[in-house]
């Protein structure tokens, strides 16, 4: 019996972080949010949510056994 590779797409935020100097939490924020701000954002994690859906037209019969998927590598 034939196998396929089925993915499927959570919805989620790719988040990113930024270290500022401010007085407040809420200062920081207006800081960080200024079109103008130049301080560095580094990648800080992914949030999944429940909801998800198969990514339509990526699913593809799996030839053989131990060949793997070029994007799963």
């Known amino acids: 019996m034939p196998k396929f590779r089925v993915v499927k797409g959570h919805d989620a935020w790719a988040k ?3 270290t500022v100097e ?3 939490a809420e200062e920081a924020d207006v800081i960080a949010m200024d ?8 990648e800080d994690g ?10 339509e037209g ?3 019969e799996i030839k053989d056994e131990g ?3 070029a994007e799963t590598a």
Request: hydrophobic share 35%; no cysteine; aromatic share 20%.
């Open 16 to 18: 990113y972080a930024t």
């Open 22 to 24: 401010a007085e407040t």
């Open 35 to 42: 079109r103008f701000y130049e301080g560095a954002w580094e």
């Open 46 to 55: 992914v949030a999944e949510f429940d909801d998800y859906q198969l990514m």
């Open 58 to 60: 990526e699913t593809e």
């Open 67 to 69: 060949e793997e998927h």
